[in-house]
């Protein structure tokens, strides 16, 4: 095992590559956002949106967690399972194509959206394409080769925005979405297969496949709960309150989702493998960093949301998306909520808890149906704002339950999570300051950010100074030699 500085430094680079693609393909996401949302309709995004939650739900069973069990394969047996991962993935993914294609006309009525259904037929071939590189991309992750996956990321973010934007001046409105969608998942398999030196056989075979469903089909019911989590509210919104509101709710929760998140994707796609690599001795204090580094990042971004989700709304979408702005400020805590529980539910994983994630899956999804059903027809607010509290009550259970699994108090975490808050504090004392005298939407957002990062900056200086430090150590230290990544090739 490697020594505990070299694997958080590792660790630390592995971040910084995965979150350079979450900061760049994001990026590249908001570019084409703004620009769809002033070309398109709240209609345009709902209808898309839509059929992406049903995509979200069939892609929890993508391929039956059998790229996840890659990762904890052992290394003699890698290349053997790697193989019918593959085969069995690609399988999986035409099935869920085939799935989706059937099943279009049905939601389509439910939804009573007549153009869901061939929008969603046609999404249906993301499985197929996805499930192409599905195992080029676990192995990345397993070797914590977050260089290639980046590299991935940003080809799909951006062909895709590139194509939805083309598409859509060309006057074909959501289906300028669709297909960018699609161009941009073929680009991302492309550049994955070029990255990874995994060339699989085109037939299915057996070996291992009982212990790598056994692994994975677990950590696919996790996986499916989350999504109820997660994406129910989009369901009850279309249901209740029709498309355009949908539309209006998933440009709201867009930056907190792109700035937000996705940071927690990116952060429990890193710490799973490295956590996996830690005795239980170190588990601890792994968690406590990890935990308040996530903070250092998600609070600020969270406050700037909040305090400026005005002038953000009106500067980058437009008026026509006004009545997304109080969404946009509820989600904001909903994200950090999210984020923030990521480093305990990583921590079942490794300790061979996930069952932990089930039971709480279950409840707060049967208390989250159940105040959907009768408030989402108060409007999107209560239905941000439903989401938002919810989560944080469970959360707050989580991190408890897994404090206790690492002998750990909750004033700990509470210390853990301190200076990041406070230096968060000071950044909304500044930007509130500017709000103050400035109301112009585009004259606020800019001073308000210089503001906010200038008092983000002398927080963290003054309330979280040794975490720069560290940080900074870790960063700068004495490089180390890049493993050798184990042979595939057979």
Do not use: C
Request: no cysteine; hydrophobic share 60%; charged share 15%.
């Amino acid at each position: 095992m490697s020594a505990p500085p070299r694997l958080a430094a590792r660790t630390l680079r592995s971040l910084a590559w995965a979150y350079g693609s979450y900061v760049g393909g994001r990026a590249l996401v908001l570019v084409s956002t703004v620009v769809l949302a002033r070309l398109l309709t709240p209609a345009d995004f709902g209808v898309v949106a839509l059929a992406l939650t049903f995509m979200v739900f069939l892609d929890t069973v993508k391929d039956l967690g059998l790229g996840q069990a890659l990762i904890v394969a052992p290394d003699d047996e890698l290349a053997e399972r790697a193989q019918t991962a593959f085969g069995w993935s690609l399988t999986i993914g035409a099935g869920l194509s085939a799935a989706t294609i059937a099943i279009s006309p049905l939601a389509a009525a439910f939804f009573d959206a007549p153009a869901l259904a061939a929008i969603l037929a046609v999404l249906g071939l993301n499985f197929l394409l996805r499930s192409v590189g599905a195992t080029h991309y676990a192995l990345a992750r397993r070797a914590l080769d977050f260089r290639s996956r980046t590299l991935a990321e940003l080809a799909d973010a951006s062909v895709r925005g590139v194509a939805s934007i083309t598409l859509a001046l060309a006057g074909l409105g959501a289906w300028s979405l669709v297909l960018g969608y699609l161009l941009g998942t073929s680009a991302l398999v492309a550049t994955i297969w070029s990255r990874v030196a995994f060339r699989p056989r085109l037939r299915l075979q057996r070996a291992h496949l009982r212990e790598l469903l056994t692994f994975g089909g677990t950590l696919t019911v996790v996986d499916i709960g989350h999504a109820l989590a997660h994406e129910i509210d989009y369901l009850f919104i279309a249901r209740i309150l029709g498309v355009a509101p949908l539309g209006l709710y998933s440009v709201g929760f867009r930056l907190p989702e792109l700035l937000i998140v996705n940071l927690a994707v990116v952060a429990g796609t890193v710490l799973f493998p490295a956590y996996a690599l830690l005795d239980p001795d170190r588990l601890r204090e792994a968690f406590l960093v990890s935990l308040r580094y996530t903070a250092l990042l998600v609070l600020p971004v969270a406050v700037g949301l909040v305090l400026l989700a005005r002038p953000v709304v009106l500067v980058l979408f437009g008026e026509r998306w006004e009545a997304a702005i109080p969404v946009m400020q509820v989600l904001a805590a909903y994200a950090v909520v999210v984020t923030l529980n990521v480093p305990a539910g990583t921590v079942y994983k490794v300790t061979g808890r996930p069952w932990i994630l089930i039971a709480f899956t279950v409840p707060y999804v049967a208390v989250l149906a159940l105040a959907l059903t009768f408030l989402t027809h108060l409007g999107i607010v209560a239905v941000a704002i439903v989401m938002a509290g919810l989560q944080g009550l469970f959360a707050a259970a989580g991190l408890l339950v897994s404090a206790r699994i690492l002998e750990l108090t909750p004033g700990r975490i509470l210390g853990t999570l301190a200076g990041p808050a406070a230096a968060a504090t000071t950044m909304a004392v500044a930007i509130a300051f500017v709000a103050r005298v400035v109301t112009e939407p585009t004259a606020l957002l800019l001073a308000g950010g210089v503001a906010g990062a200038a008092g983000y900056a002398l927080g963290v200086w003054t309330f979280a100074g040794d975490a720069v430090g560290r940080l900074r150590e870790m960063a700068f230290g004495r490089r180390t030699t890049r493993p050798a990544a184990p042979t595939l090739s057979r």
